[in-house]
């Protein structure tokens, strides 16, 4: 039976995800099998595990980090926001149905069984368990309710790490609310509290912790320092990365949509020393682009209509009037299409809507989803490059099929069963293809990438790193860093002291 631990957080992007990746690293180097575990997710970023069953990003993270395979017991739940209100229901990596907020939570009965037995999955096969909360566990109004901060604490018994957010400013309330919220039984089982992101003079930061420990009776674990620049998957569409510019020669633009999803497949672009990837919506950011990317939707529909509302499809027109390259992933290759369709509503009450029309091809959205680990061979030239027969991979999760029988688009891939994925115009310059993490993929990324800095005059980078291996190096980067400032004699006597869950 694995020893446990878990780390809330006062709140929404506070670290939890990271810090949980950092300390499967650092388990897993001390000799652990290690797996993270986070039972309720809400993201648009998602995956896909080798045997089909899709689950949230962060998990697929930390389980890289503790250099094991992603299992969708890592996350049985996850949330994807189809509207304001409600979402797709992914249980156990399968599609269940679409929820409104009120109707999910009247199944709290019903989905704690499912949580049992993944989180005892784990328990059986791993040393440690390193769970990781949502949000924050002072949701009040909340509790009857909850299943992945206090709520799963009770269901797997575990003690709990409190994370607080320095960098937002008010940390020490942060951190003294949130305790001072919960229950008796559920104070007691923190056992530390952690504040991350700090800058400037930890001298001055010393006299607060001190105090923050005698008001509540619990020792700081760690203060651990902002980290910068690191180039690792973020969860959800709340990261600080959509906002960020840079003066590097080369820019890489997506289209900001209000339900992009699976952003992950441009972290990617991070790890290019002289390529800056920004999230643009204007005209003259796009205008500034040297290659224009439409990525994933989870309410497809919808984003067209953002698109038109915003007249961010002029700016697309102009930029492919200036014979740019213009690349679509799943719902961004749908978008380029003359039509999406949803007869069934199966993403929106809207049940048709008219694309960019720059991929003379037709979406028609369906019951069933399409979640498969992809290989494929290019079939066809994007760009002017020379990559036929260049072989792919990445990972398909779409609820449309796209269509086309026309002379003046050509498929891109012929994927491994024999069926063709995306399209390429007879300009060659616009591009749609479902497989997310194609950019993943170094010799393509770099076959794109290099016929740009050929264009702009740029010597090429020719690193030989791979991005796997680049990755990788980050998740010790990371583990390094909150391994300097983590009490870890404390973590180890958090993890000794867990109580073993009998399954």
């Known amino acids: 039976m694995a020893k446990k631990l878990m780390f809330q957080g006062t709140g929404s992007t506070v670290g939890k ?202 020792p700081c674990v760690g203060i651990i320092p902002f980290i910068e620049q690191l180039k690792i998957d973020d969860e959800d569409s709340v990261s600080e990365r959509l906002y960020m510019k840079s003066d590097k020669p080369i820019k890489v633009g997506v289209i900001r949509l209000p339900y992009m999803s699976n952003f992950s497949d441009f972290t990617v672009f991070d790890m290019e020393s002289d390529v800056s990837l920004e999230y643009v919506t204007t005209e003259s950011e796009i205008e500034s682009c040297d290659l224009l990317i439409i990525p994933g939707s989870k309410n497809t529909i919808f984003d067209m209509q953002f698109i038109i509302k915003h007249k961010i499809n002029q700016a697309i027109y102009r930029f492919h009037k200036a014979e740019k390259p213009i690349f679509g992933i799943c719902g961004g290759y749908q978008i380029l299409g003359n039509s999406i369709s949803d007869p069934d509503s199966v993403e929106s009450i809207d049940q048709m809507i008219s694309g960019l029309g720059l991929l003379n091809v037709e979406t028609v959205m369906a019951t069933e989803k399409t979640t498969v680990q992809s290989e494929a061979t290019i079939q066809n030239n994007y760009f002017g490059l020379i990559t036929e027969k260049m072989q792919i991979k990445g990972y398909e999760i779409h609820m449309g099929e796209t269509l086309f029988n026309s002379v003046d688009v050509v498929p891109f891939a012929l994927n491994s069963k024999g069926n063709f994925d995306g399209a390429i115009d007879e300009s060659g310059r616009v591009m749609g293809t479902y497989f997310h993490g194609i950019f993943d993929n170094d010799h393509f990324r770099n076959a794109i990438l290099d016929k740009i800095r050929a264009q702009k005059g740029i010597t090429s980078d020719d690193r030989e790193d791979s991005f796997e291996v680049l990755k990788d190096r980050e998740y010790d980067r990371l583990a390094e860093h909150v391994k300097k400032y983590m009490d870890m004699t404390l973590i180890r006597k958090f993890l000794e002291e867990s109580r073993v869950l009998d399954c």
């Open 17 to 218: 995800s990271l810090i949980v990746a950092a300390m499967c690293r650092i388990l897993n180097d001390e000799g652990y099998r290690v797996a993270p575990f986070k039972s309720q997710n809400m993201a648009l970023n998602s995956f896909i595990t080798k045997d089909g069953k899709e689950m949230g990003r962060a998990q697929v993270v930390q389980a890289e980090a503790a250099r094991i395979e992603p299992d969708v017991a890592m996350n049985p739940i996850l949330l994807k926001p189809t509207s304001y209100v409600g979402s797709q229901i992914i249980l156990n990596g399968q599609v269940f149905k679409n929820m409104k907020a009120s109707e999910y939570f009247s199944k709290k009965d019903f989905l704690v069984p499912h949580i049992r037995t993944a989180f005892n999955s784990l328990n059986q096969n791993y040393d440690v368990i390193v769970i990781e909360g949502a949000g924050s566990p002072a949701e009040i109004n909340l509790r009857s309710r909850d299943i992945v901060n206090m709520g799963l604490a009770e269901i797997v018994d575990t003690d709990v790490v409190l994370i607080g957010d320095v960098d937002k400013g008010g940390v020490f309330a942060s951190i003294y609310g949130t305790y001072m919220l919960l229950s008796e039984s559920e104070r007691a089982r923190i056992k530390g509290f952690v504040i991350n992101k700090f800058r400037g003079d930890v001298a001055l930061l010393v006299p607060g912790v001190k105090m923050m420990e005698e008001k509540i009776g619990i």
